[in-house]
T-cell receptor
Framework: GIQVEQSPPDLILQEGANSTLRCNFS?????LQWFHQNPWGQLINLFY???GTKQNGRLSATTVATERYSLLYISSSQTTDSGVYFC????????????FGTGTRLTVIP | DTGVSQNPRHKITKRGQNVTFRCDPI?????LYWYRQTLGQGPEFLTY????????KSRLLSDRFSAERPKGSFSTLEIQRTEQGDSAMYLC?????????????FGPGTRLTVT
């Protein structure tokens, strides 16, 4: 299956700061999703972005499929942004399931 | 659209007991997936259904695990003779696979603790 790597593994920010999370994947993808996992374990869909750029409020994401990476930008971070961010990819040929990275744990301090 | 629901949310059981979890997908979604997540890791795929047919199973799905999706609606995941290593969060997801659509939506999960 496809390999998904996320960086950094941990990130601590002051409230109001901006951040960039990176996801590298090893093969061509049909699907690339970003999730935020809340403290209760629920995976919240942030972006479905197999290619291109999308924005949703303070969050935006860009996937460069030809170079096999995706970036998640968080601007003006808030304490409620804390949690684990996962990138997951569905490879173009082969398995039909999402392969997840190990996540980036974000802590926003007031 | 009420989202994906899972029951129970938490389950504590003794080693050797059987447990069953239920997942109700988003209505009209034709694919349903089960994943397992252990502490500090990302979710790992277990199995998926397209309508009522179970099309793929991971090597993580030992013969103590069985999943069903009768009539292509809700799904159940049963673990027989539970072991401490089965302690994890079990996540269900669904998607509507049409032309170009692969986005998966996850339920809140069932947290299993085997004592």
């Amino acid at each position: 299956g496809i390999q998904v790597e996320q960086s950094p593994p941990d990130l601590i920010l002051q409230e109001g700061a901006n951040s960039t999370l990176r996801c590298n994947f090893s093969d061509s993808v049909n699907n690339l999703q970003w999730f935020h996992q809340n403290p209760w374990g629920q995976l919240i869909n942030l972006f479905y972005i197999p290619s291109g750029t999308k924005q949703n409020g303070r969050l935006s994401a860009t996937t460069v499929a030809t170079e096999r990476y995706s970036l998640l930008y968080i601007s003006s971070s808030q304490t409620t942004d804390s949690g684990v961010y996962f990138c997951a990819a569905l490879e173009m040929s082969g398995a039909n399931n999402l392969f997840f990275g190990t996540g980036t744990r974000l802590t926003v301090i007031p | 659209d009420t989202g994906v629901s899972q029951n129970p949310r938490h389950k504590i059981t003794k080693r050797g007991q059987n447990v069953t979890f239920r997942c109700d997908p988003i209505s009209e979604h034709n694919r349903l997936y089960w994943y397992r997540q252990t502490l500090g890791q990302g979710p790992e795929f277990l199995t998926y259904f397209q309508n009522e047919a179970q099309l793929e199973k991971s090597r993580l799905l030992s013969d103590r695990f069985s999943a069903e999706r009768p009539k292509g609606s809700f799904s159940t995941l049963e673990i027989q003779r539970t072991e401490q290593g089965d302690s994890a969060m079990y996540l269900c997801a669904s998607s509507l696979v049409a032309s170009g659509g692969y986005e998966q939506y996850f339920g809140p999960g069932t947290r299993l603790t085997v004592t």
